[in-house]
T-cell receptor, first 111, second 115 residues
Framework: RKEVEQDPGPFNVPEGATVAFNCTYS??????FFWYRQDCRKEPKLLMS???SGNEDGRFTAQLNRASQYISLLIRDSKLSDSATYLC????????????FGPGTRLSVLP | EPEVTQTPSHQVTQMGQEVILRCVPI?????FYWYRQILGQKVEFLVS????????KSEIFDDQFSVERPDGSNFTLKIRSTKLEDSAMYFC?????????????FGPGTRLTVT
């Protein structure tokens, strides 16, 4: 079964903290990975793609380890507006079209 | 900034009725998708559509479901005879390409309630 698993959460952190999310995937054929965030009862919104070499976008850093089938997301200097559910996503197959979503990890950044 | 739009935002229907959910993908995107999310559960893939045909579908996407691109802008999901368990949020998404550059952009969703 092609699954994406995430830390169960929830994570409650103070403003300014650094928080790390972990994700593992079982389908070695998955080629592409993404992090999305989802606010309550809203659509998933793309946060960033995850590249094999690792990539950074402002306060956000994503890492991919294909050998361990492991993905991470690091948020530095967390803001109140970062409070959301973070979804780890992998593609189902080599064609990279059909997303398999993890269950998400809920983050609450507290003042 | 271009975005995916969906209508209606909320649809209430009786069990056994047909519903059509509508989506307008981002205009230069070539790949279209439907996902659903039952309340409190994870987002699940239903179907992908490319070049006017279904590329892939999940086991959820049975004979009760169909998709169509009736014109150059709309992409629809039809459920022929709704069941209580079809109650969920349905998200449409589109992408410019697939593979490593295949970021998918999601619409705001249609909340379907089957009574």
């Amino acid at each position: 079964r092609k699954e994406v698993e995430q830390d169960p959460g929830p994570f409650n952190v103070p403003e300014g903290a650094t928080v790390a999310f972990n994700c593992t995937y079982s389908n070695s054929a998955s080629q592409s990975f993404f992090w999305y965030r989802q606010d309550c009862r809203k659509e998933p919104k793309l946060l960033m793609s995850v590249y094999s070499s690792g990539n950074e976008d402002g306060r956000f850093t994503a890492q991919l380890n294909r050998a361990s089938q492991y993905i991470s997301l690091l948020i530095r200097d967390s803001k109140l507006s970062d409070s959301a559910t973070y979804l780890c996503v992998g593609t189902q197959d080599n064609y990279g079209q059909n997303f398999v979503f993890g269950p998400g990890t809920r983050l609450s950044v507290l003042p | 900034e271009p975005e995916v739009t969906q209508t209606p935002s909320h649809q209430v229907t009786q069990m056994g009725q047909e519903v059509i959910l509508r989506c307008v993908p981002i205009s230069n995107h070539l790949y279209f998708y439907w996902y659903r999310q039952i309340l409190g559960q994870k987002v699940e893939f239903l179907v992908s559509f490319y070049n006017n045909e279904i590329s892939e579908k999940s086991e959820i996407f049975d004979d009760q479901f169909s998709v169509e691109r009736p014109d150059g802008s709309n992409f629809t999901l039809k459920i022929r005879s709704t069941k209580l368990e079809d109650s969920a949020m349905y998200f449409c998404a589109s992408s410019e390409s697939s593979g490593t550059k295949g970021e998918q952009y999601f619409g705001p969703g249609t909340r379907l309630t089957v009574t």
